[in-house]
T-cell receptor, first 117, second 115 residues
Framework: DADVTQTPRNRITKTGKRIMLECSQT?????MYWYRQDPGLGLRLIYYSFDVKDINKGEISDGYSVSRQAQAKFSLSLESAIPNQTALYFCATSDPRLAGGMKTRQYFGPGTRLTVT | AQTVTQSQPEMSVQEAETVTLSCTYD???????LFWYKQPPSRQMILVIRQEAYKQQNATENRFSVNFQKAAKSFSLKISDSQLGDAAMYFC????????????FGKGTKLSVIP
């Protein structure tokens, strides 16, 4: 979905380095999410935010932190990267103002491929 | 715990044929929504189809349709007239968590289309 962008698209970093993945959206949605995808495991929720002042841990938040700088921006940080954080990371948004089932639909960014060596 | 199960890690289908991908889920909710997402090699997550649980009628989007069995908690995706561009990972998902704001995903089914 071109309205949700992620930078960088690919990143290789070394163990112990701090790294930030950024997500921006022009959809005007209040809710934003960070997921991690590993082969054979599907997508797992890391953190989610309902608005700038409401940030919540997901299923696998250990080793990660987030910052919601504005309605449109939601960043994911790895304070000290480790090899098992090598994965594909997705940002997503949703709009609870939509009617019915559409409020739970999520719109995904293109993903960031992160490799920790 | 609420879970989603896709029992077929990989499937293949001949071009122009029909294939069905299975998904079962476990929820205590009475009103919810179910989704199938497609992830082609470009890795973009694309919504294929959604089903509202309180609707009896199965959802259809062009060549894609679902077989929704609420009592059995089953949500299968049928792809008719398969095309080479259908080759992708397919994930089923449904909303979980307080207020149903999160999505829980299955582990995915990799679909190959044979020319």
């Amino acid at each position: 979905d071109a309205d949700v962008t992620q930078t960088p698209r690919n990143r290789i970093t070394k163990t112990g380095k701090r790294i930030m993945l950024e997500c921006s959206q022009t959809k005007g949605h209040d809710r934003m999410y960070w997921y991690r995808q590993d082969p054979g495991l599907g997508l797992r929720l890391i953190y989610y935010s309902f608005d700038v002042k409401d940030i919540n841990k997901g299923e696998i938040s250990d080793g990660y932190s987030v910052s919601r700088q504005a309605q449109a921006k939601f960043s994911l940080s790895l304070e000290s990267a480790i090899p098992n954080q090598t994965a594909l990371y997705f940002c997503a948004t949703s709009d609870p103002r939509l009617a019915g089932g559409m409020k739970t639909r999520q719109y995904f960014g293109p993903g960031t491929r992160l490799t920790v060596t | 715990a609420q879970t989603v199960t896709q029992s077929q890690p990989e499937m293949s289908v001949q071009e122009a044929e029909t294939v069905t991908l299975s998904c079962t889920y476990d929820t205590s909710e009475s009103d919810y929504y179910l989704f199938w997402y497609k992830q082609p090699p470009s890795r973009q997550m694309i919504l294929v189809i959604r089903q509202e649980a309180y609707k009896q009628q199965n959802a259809t989007e062009n060549r894609f349709s679902v077989n929704f069995q609420k009592a059995a908690k089953s949500f299968s995706l049928k792809i008719s007239d398969s095309q080479l561009g259908d080759a992708a990972m397919y994930f089923c998902a449904y909303p979980t968590g307080a207020g149903s704001y999160q999505l829980t995903f299955g582990k995915g089914t990799k679909l190959s289309v044979i020319p």
